[in-house]
């Protein structure tokens, strides 16, 4: 198994910014690490992800700009850059260890997760 251990969130106003951090037990190649959010009521949905060789990254349309994954190797971190952040930005977010099907990123071990409120 990995071990995804989320951390970063809070409370912060609109327009602010955050950087969340996910600490994997363990770095394996052969998984794409990513992030994905879910706000109250609605379905969990996907942000970025990036891999552990290469670096090649993926965005959810609406958060390209604002938004930036990137990742430590050494550290077996990966972490998330949130700026300009807007009260629908406000949700529970999940790092995830998975794999690229396609054009679609599906996380096979999951992070608790860490909220991220932002008030207008």
């Known amino acids: 198994q990995v071990q995804l251990v989320e951390s970063g969130g809070g409370l912060v106003q609109a327009g602010g910014s955050l950087r969340l951090s996910c600490a994997a037990s363990?770095?394996?190649?052969?998984?794409?690490m990513g992030w994905f959010r879910q706000a109250p009521g609605e379905e969990r949905e996907f942000v970025a992800s990036?891999?552990?060789?290469?670096?090649?990254?993926n965005y959810a349309d609406s958060l390209k700009g604002r938004f930036a994954i990137s990742r430590d190797n050494a550290k077996n971190t990966v972490y998330l850059q949130m700026n300009n952040l807007k009260p629908e930005d406000t949700a529970v977010y999940y790092c995830?260890?998975?794999?690229?099907?396609?054009?679609?990123?599906?996380?096979?071990?999951w992070g608790q997760g860490t909220q991220v409120t932002v008030s207008s």
């Open positions: 990036t891999s552990w060789i290469g670096g090649s990254t």
């Open positions: 363990v770095l394996r190649f052969d998984y794409v």
């Open positions: 995830a260890a998975g794999f690229l099907t396609g054009s679609s990123f599906r996380g096979a071990f």
